[in-house]
């Protein structure tokens, strides 16, 4: 029986029996560089790692990315020297739905 859920190691959901994760990437806040450490990402490019990383750094309930609207994103190949600087734009798309009220 095949299984459609989320892969325990880079987060994906997809069928589980055929799944293969991504390229592990490092990313972290340009900014902030000297104060937080790398964080590891799954993802095909360097690009996308930078988006990747974004949606995850901003689960945190404080949104710091949204708010501000932009960030500037490093990402690197895990323990490289070679690093992309992504510049990152961020809104947030509202997104509505209705139901029949049932009198």
Excluded: Q
């Amino acid at each position: 029986m095949r299984d459609f859920n989320r892969c325990k190691v880079c987060g994906k959901y997809d069928w589980l029996d055929t799944h293969k994760c991504a390229p592990v990437w490092e990313a972290r806040i340009h900014t902030t560089k000297w104060e937080e450490d790398w964080t590891e990402v799954h993802a095909t490019d360097a690009e996308e790692a930078a988006e990747n990383f974004c949606e995850s750094y901003d689960r945190d309930g404080e949104y710091s990315i949204i708010r501000s609207g932009d960030a500037e994103v490093e990402v690197r190949r895990p323990g490289g020297d070679a690093v992309t600087i992504f510049d990152i734009t961020a809104e947030t798309v509202p997104h509505y739905s209705a139901r029949e009220r049932k009198s």
